[in-house]
């Protein structure tokens, strides 16, 4: 179980540029979420996929913003025309929803950090 | 909707020292989850507890204790013998019918020798 990887870790961009982050689920996972965190927050949730279906969206995600899962494995993350506001720590978590427990615990990736010029 | 609050931004104590954080949530749901996951400097988001809410017995994880108090819609974590490790940002987070978790805006713990 080598956990939940983001590539890449650091992104600097300048405003109007389009910019893709990737994410790694642990192997087994079937379930994929994205969260943004400001600084001096607690991560706010963007969307989630179960196996290669996006199941919800958070108002958060604009237009701008769109998340694949293809094949329910990996997923990413673009956001096209950056603003300094998309300035932020983007994480992505994974579980497993099985039969035998009634809820998932979400196992988080170490995030990339984006900066907007 | 449901919201999490963390009152206290910021403690320190000493190490070996016992802390106490505290976390209230807002909910209409009667079935959910309630988690706690410290965030060390530049470093990853990690699981540290979670409670059931349908469980009375408060969940406990070698030096990390809960008190759950249902009613109160209190969820507070025990630190016990701190670590100069513990040193981190605790967030704690709420898991309902929604798939998502809900945060706290987290609450910085220095841990000192």
């Known amino acids: 179980d080598t956990g939940v990887s983001q590539d890449p870790r650091h992104k600097i961009t300048k405003r109007g540029q389009n910019v893709t982050f990737r994410c790694d689920p642990i192997s087994e996972h079937n379930r994929l979420y994205w969260y943004r965190q400001t600084l001096g927050q607690g991560p706010e949730f963007l969307t989630y996929f179960q196996n290669e279906a996006q199941l919800e969206k958070s108002r958060l995600l604009s237009d701008r913003f769109s998340a694949e899962r293809p094949k329910g494995s990996f997923s990413t993350l673009e956001i096209q025309r950056t603003e300094q506001g998309d300035s932020a720590m983007y994480l992505c978590?994974?579980?497993?929803?099985?039969?035998?427990?009634?809820?998932?615990?979400?196992?988080f990736g170490p995030g990339t950090r984006l900066t907007v010029l | 909707a449901q919201t999490v609050t963390q009152s206290q931004p910021e403690m320190s104590v000493q190490e070996a020292e016992t802390v106490t954080l505290s976390c209230t949530y807002d909910?209409?749901?009667?079935?959910?989850?309630l988690f706690w996951y410290k965030q060390p400097p530049s470093r990853q988001m990690i699981l540290v507890i979670r409670q059931e809410a349908y469980k009375q017995q408060n969940a406990t994880e070698n030096r990390f204790s809960v008190n759950f108090q249902k009613a109160a819609k209190s969820f507070s974590l025990k630190i016990s013998d701190s670590q100069l490790g513990d040193t981190a940002m605790y967030f704690c987070?709420?898991?309902?019918?929604?798939?998502?978790?809900?945060f706290g805006k987290g609450m910085k713990l220095t841990v000192n020798p």
């Open positions: 909910t209409s749901e009667s079935n959910y989850y």
């Open positions: 987070a709420f898991h309902g019918g929604s798939e998502k978790l809900v």
């Open positions: 978590a994974s579980s497993l929803l099985s039969a035998e427990e009634d809820t998932d615990t979400q196992y």
